[in-house]
Nanobody
């Protein structure tokens, strides 16, 4: 059974940092992976992606602040988020890129003072 489990979200002040994790099970962890987010009233958007060869790409809105990485031995993908802004507030999800697996429950990130 394919499962994606995101964790690491929370409430943080502007300028703060969080590290998200996404553990995958039930799949061979060789896919290109991505982090996505969905803010209230908005469509889900791709934030960052990483290939099996560790090439990365970022949305302009997070470039220079977020870093995606992966540990294939743990079937886990990470998102280090620094210099967080209120507009980063959203539920964050991981999935393959392009997305092809059932979505997990996501992890809520709230940036507020």
């Amino acid at each position: 059974q394919v499962q994606l489990v995101e964790s690491g979200g929370g409430l943080v002040q502007p300028g703060g940092s969080l590290r998200l994790s996404c553990a995958a099970s039930g799949i061979t962890f060789s896919f290109n992976m991505g982090w996505y987010r969905q803010a209230p009233g908005k469509l889900r958007e791709l934030v960052a992606r990483i290939t099996s060869g560790l090439s990365t790409n970022y949305a302009d809105s997070v470039k220079g602040r977020f870093t995606i990485s992966r540990d294939n031995t743990k079937s886990t993908v990470y998102l280090q988020m620094n210099s967080l802004k209120p507009e980063d507030t959203a539920v964050y999800y991981c999935n393959t890129y392009p997305n092809s697996l059932p979505w997990g429950q996501g992890t809520q990130v709230t940036v507020s003072s």
